[in-house]
């Protein structure tokens, strides 16, 4: 019985959400692109020529966002360029390069970094969530695990002026993700987006500019 009013009360919400409703109007996949539309908004992320690493991209709202800002030219072709990655399968979005896959894999890593060809990434987004068991714990240490992986691979592709921005959740370990975070960029945030709902745990965390011999 209290999964079902639970699940009433979540679909009627959903239904009533100005963010889901707006998402339809403007033909995204999922509310979730207005999160990274505020951010990008007031820090100005992306930029047409970038090279973009996208982790965690499924259902692909956030891949949408990306392709119509970096735009395209007289051919059609991408200003710049979008690398996604999921365990999920995506549907296509034009000129967005999609992999499936799961990231925490040593394969799934090697064969993004071949698709870069060594070039330097001026944009990391992460919106990687875990499988949650409801062990707080065991979930806590998933939920750092991604974020580590995150700022990893960061580390070795960042270009000099790059970003990086992460979904996390507040937890045992966000303090400990977030000193991490402030150990290798000069600039750490943490953020919270209209778009996320107040009763979420889930933060974001936008680190700006590697420091010097961090990686």
Known sequence: MKKNRFSKKWLNEHLHDPFVKRAQKDNYRSRAVYKLQEIDEDHRLVRPGQLIVELGSAPGAWSQYLARRLGSDAAGALKGRVVALD???????????????????????????EMLAGRRVDLVLSDMAPNLSGIASADAARVEHLADLALEFAGNW??????????????????????????RFQSVKTLKPKASRERSAEVFVLAMHPKPGAN
């Not at 549907?91 to 925490?104: I, M, S």
């Open 87 to 113: 365990l999920l399968p995506m549907e296509p979005v034009e000129g967005v390069e999609f992999v499936q896959g799961d990231f925490r894999e040593a394969e799934m890593l090697r064969r993004i970094e």
């Open 158 to 183: 960042l270009a000099e002026d790059g970003s990086l921005l992460i979904k996390t959740f507040h937890s045992g370990y966000f303090s400990q993700i977030v000193a991490r975070y402030k150990q």
